[in-house]
């Protein structure tokens, strides 16, 4: 078995010697990043950093409660974990209140609805079809059984947030509580138009920033947290962090929020994964994370425009942030047969429902693209070019998979993911 890397876990060693089986599964993952082009925009590359708070016997630890008001004895370490992440966290974001205990963006967003609505109460959330995510409403998620989300989407014509339908629906159905934020929204959303809608009807404003934290830590796009009441967000999208959730609130808002987190929606926090967050929030604190944040950006932007260049459509024209939409039916391909062509030629990305998307959501007419990953890799704009012009070879050229897989391997040997280390 390869000798330990500390992409595999500090201690990967006594597994191999223990549990090769496992092993290999740890192996052949990061056999598998390394061998391909990650393009799916909510996954990135933890640094090794990051890896080994991980892999700590942090998680061991039982620590029911908040730094200093625990239910459980021996905290006093694992307490400076949740400080240092506290801190760094409210430091970064500029925010009055932080909780880094959700489990995940989901639970995050579980609590952000606990802390500020009543079951049954309305709120005003992005349509999934329209790039919301499950917990803006979705009827198969707690979200639209519990709740009364009533649903805005994008205009047909410009494909971008139409805030006078939002505006009018708020003053239609007055909505205690109004979300913004999106899986598969490529461009910038305007938080001070939200706020106002929010002001005029007496709602609260959540964001939900799982997908663009990382661009707002690093500068790349505009803060939600001057405008939001909540923000949620993820901690391993673009951020690089552990998997993982987090809150930032006002002052007002504190203590129904960490309460809404623990005891009301989750138990003991994952310490390990509290103190790996903590390393991620010190690693976007850095002057590297702003210029990474804005090459995120200025290479998915390449990308959109290469696709255009390449015949495909870019949903609202192109992109501000970390991900483009793209729309496949001017190919006659399927987002469900793109995506599986991509995969065939080394491309791991996501078939994505486009607004007023015809096909079914196993099928779709698009894919979403994301580049927080080839980022990570150090990939720029010219290598931009070169892998918008691979994903319309594989999707265009299926037969031809063969040489793909050649241009992929040039791409991955120059920029390895996880380099190796002696
Ligand atoms: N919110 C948005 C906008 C998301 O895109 C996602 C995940 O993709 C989530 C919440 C949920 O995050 P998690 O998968 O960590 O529960």
Redesign the pocket.
């Known amino acids: 078995m390869t000798p330990a890397e500390p992409f595999y876990g500090p201690d990967f060693t006594q597994l191999a010697g223990q549990d090769p089986e496992v092993a290999q599964v740890l192996l052949d993952e990061v056999a598998r990043v390394r061998g391909g082009l990650q393009l799916i925009a909510?996954e990135n590359f933890a640094s090794p950093a990051v890896l080994a708070a991980l892999g700590s016997t942090l998680t061991n630890k039982y620590a029911e409660g908040y730094p200093g008001r625990r239910y459980y004895g021996g905290c006093e370490v694992v307490d400076r974990a949740e400080r240092i992440a506290l801190d760094r966290a409210r430091k970064l974001f500029g925010a009055d209140h932080a909780n880094v205990q959700p489990?995940?963006?989901?639970?995050?967003?579980l609590a952000a609805y606990a802390a500020l609505l009543q079951p049954g109460d309305t709120a005003l959330a992005m349509d999934l079809q329209h790039g919301?995510?499950?917990?803006?409403g979705s009827k198969v998620n707690f979200s639209g059984r519990w709740f009364h989300v009533v649903p805005y989407g994008v205009r047909r014509d410009s494909e971008l947030i139409d805030y006078d339908e939002v505006r009018d629906l708020a003053l239609r159905h007055q909505p205690k509580m109004i979300i913004c934020?999106?899986?598969?929204y490529p461009r910038l959303i305007d938080h001070a138009a939200f706020r106002g809608i929010a002001d005029e009807v007496g709602a609260w404003l959540l964001v939900?920033?799982?997908?663009t934290i990382g661009l707002m830590a690093g500068g790349a796009i505009p803060s939600a947290v001057p405008y939001a009441d909540v923000v949620?967000f993820?901690t391993?999208?673009g951020l690089r962090g552990p998997?993982?959730?987090g809150v930032l609130c006002t002052e007002e808002l504190a203590s129904l929020i960490d309460r809404a987190v623990f005891p009301f929606t989750q138990g003991g926090p994952l310490m390990h994964a509290v103190a790996a967050k903590a390393v991620a929030f010190g690693e976007a604190m850095r002057p590297e994370f702003a210029a990474y944040a804005a090459a995120v950006a200025a290479n998915a932007a390449t990308l959109a425009e290469g696709l255009t260049a390449e015949g495909m459509r870019p949903v609202s024209g192109g992109t501000d942030t970390h991900l483009a939409l793209i729309d496949l039916r001017g190919l006659g391909v399927s987002g469900a047969d793109a995506e599986r062509r991509c995969a065939a030629a080394g491309v791991t990305l996501n078939r994505n429902v486009i607004p007023y998307d015809p096909e079914p959501p196993t099928v779709t007419s698009g894919i979403r693209v994301g580049t927080p990953c080839v980022t990570t890799q150090g990939m720029g704009v010219p290598e931009m070019r070169e892998v918008a012009s691979i994903v319309v070879q594989a999707i265009a050229h299926p037969g031809a998979v063969a040489s793909v897989i050649e241009r992929v391997k040039g791409l991955t040997a120059t920029h390895p993911a996880y380099p190796r280390v002696d």
């Open positions: 909510s489990h995940s963006g989901a639970s995050a967003n919301g995510h499950l917990t803006h934020g999106a899986t598969s939900d920033a799982a997908h949620t993820t391993h999208k998997r993982g959730g």
